[in-house]
Nanobody, 115 residues
Framework: QVQLVESGGGLVQPGGSLRLSCAAS????????IYWYRQAPGKQRDWVAL???????NYVDSVKGRFTIYRDNAKNTVYLQMNSLKPEDTAVYYC?????????WGQGTQVTVSS
């Protein structure tokens, strides 16, 4: 069992930056990969970034070059650094852990990019 708690969301102006955190607890050793997803109103939940157990990373094209996913193993935390934010980045951001044969979700954190 894995528990995930996201934090770091908020209101930011276009062009600004935010860093989201995903703190994991429970069976940490069973985690294969961590994804960041986002869901805007009226839209489906889509992944935007992932980091694997072997530390490989990948990003959806719309955030490539602007977002960076990384982790601090000592803190059991994965981060999503978001730079050059755009209004279309507005969404609830969720952390997802692939652990064993299951997926675990955090509660989400709201990111609003607006003037």
């Amino acid at each position: 069992q894995v528990q995930l708690v996201e934090s770091g969301g908020g209101l930011v102006q276009p062009g600004g930056s935010l860093r989201l955190s995903c703190a994991a607890s429970g069976s940490i050793s069973s985690i294969i990969a961590i994804y960041w997803y986002r869901q805007a109103p009226g839209k489906q939940r889509d992944w935007v970034a992932l980091i694997s157990k072997s530390d490989n990373t990948n990003y959806v094209d719309s955030v490539k070059g602007r977002f960076t996913i990384y982790r601090d193993n000592a803190k059991n935390t994965v981060y999503l650094q978001m730079n050059s934010l755009k209004p279309e980045d507005t969404a609830v951001y969720y952390c997802n852990a692939v652990a064993g044969n299951r997926n675990y979700w955090g509660q989400g954190t709201q990111v609003t990019v607006s003037s």
